[in-house]
């Protein structure tokens, strides 16, 4: 989540896109334009992931990790990646890299 809020303090939202490229001038100017809104509801998507997909993941308790729930956390954010909206589409964006872990 502090990626998503140097976005929104910064406007650089060059951490969704892996290019050594300049970002262009028309493209900053609508990163200026985008609500602290938008942020803050894909701050509140991420944290829910977080609790709702991965920390049910592991069952410190029995000291367990469970591949059902796993498995089940990745179909989650893919579902999601096919349903953006405003709301989302940061954390769509960034949560896939945790898939690997989830695994």
């Known amino acids: 989540m502090a990626n998503i809020e140097y976005m929104r303090r910064t ?3 060059g951490l ?8 262009p ?8 334009l985008i609500p602290n809104s938008v942020f803050y509801q894909n701050e509140l998507t991420v944290a829910r ?3 709702e997909w991965f920390l049910p ?3 410190v308790g ?11 956390a ?3 954010i893919y579902d999601m990646r096919s349903h953006w909206s405003p709301n989302n589409i940061i954390a769509a964006m960034l949560l896939p ?3 690997p872990y989830a695994k």
Not at 16 to 23: N, V
Not at 25 to 32: H, L, P, Q, S, T
Not at 62 to 72: D, F, I
């Open 49 to 51: 992931a977080h609790q």
């Open 11 to 13: 406007r650089d939202l």
């Open 97 to 99: 890299a945790l898939v």
């Open 25 to 32: 001038e028309v493209a900053k100017v609508a990163y200026y």
């Open 57 to 59: 993941i592991m069952d």
């Open 74 to 76: 990745t179909t989650n």
């Open 62 to 72: 029995q000291h367990s990790v469970s591949p059902a729930t796993a498995r089940m």
């Open 16 to 23: 969704l896109f892996y290019s050594d490229e300049p970002t």
